[in-house]
């Protein structure tokens, strides 16, 4: 039987989501060498994102209440690190998190973590060399 309610609930903010809040201002100070030499899959949370965890956590607990509903029937997760920390914040009654690597953001590799202008110095280099 298919679920009648599903939610989806998207990370909350990662440090690569800092990160590129702070590019998009012209500030460059996220992307240091420790930050560009990790995949992306091992963001973790900010404290803001830690905070927005809560809030939606509690926003769930609180549907549930209403709806008269012990928990919800099945919970799944990327195995993503921000992704499981969320989870885990969630505190979700009764919730045993199933992961799985299918759900998962489109992987740009190593230009995952390049802002435009690093991406652009890169590509003159080769063209250059090439």
Same mark, same amino acid.
């Given at each position: %039987? #298919?679920?009648?309610? *599903? +939610?989806? *609930? ?18 460059? *100070? ?32 609180? &549907? #549930? ?6 928990? +919800? =029937? ?6 993503? *690190? ?11 009654? =009764?919730?045993?998190?199933?992961? =799985?690597?299918?759900? /998962?953001? /489109?992987?740009?590799?190593? &230009?995952?973590? %390049?802002?435009?202008? %690093?991406?652009?110095? /890169? /590509? ?7």
């Amino acid at each position: %039987m #298919l679920p009648l309610d *599903v +939610f989806i *609930v998207r990370h909350c903010e990662s440090e690569g989501n800092s990160a590129l809040g702070k590019f998009e201002k012209n500030n460059l *100070v996220a992307f240091t060498p420790e930050f560009l030499q990790r995949h992306n899959s091992h963001f973790r949370l900010t404290d803001k994102g830690k905070e927005q965890c809560l809030a939606v956590g509690a926003w769930c607990k609180e &549907w #549930l209440k209403e709806k008269n509903l012990p928990h +919800f =029937d099945g919970h799944f997760v990327s195995t993503h *690190v921000r992704a499981l920390e969320t989870a885990a914040l969630l505190d979700l009654p =009764d919730a045993e998190w199933e992961q =799985d690597f299918q759900l /998962r953001e /489109r992987d740009v590799g190593l &230009w995952g973590a %390049m802002s435009d202008q %690093m991406w652009q110095k /890169r /590509r003159d280099l080769s063209v250059s060399l090439g």
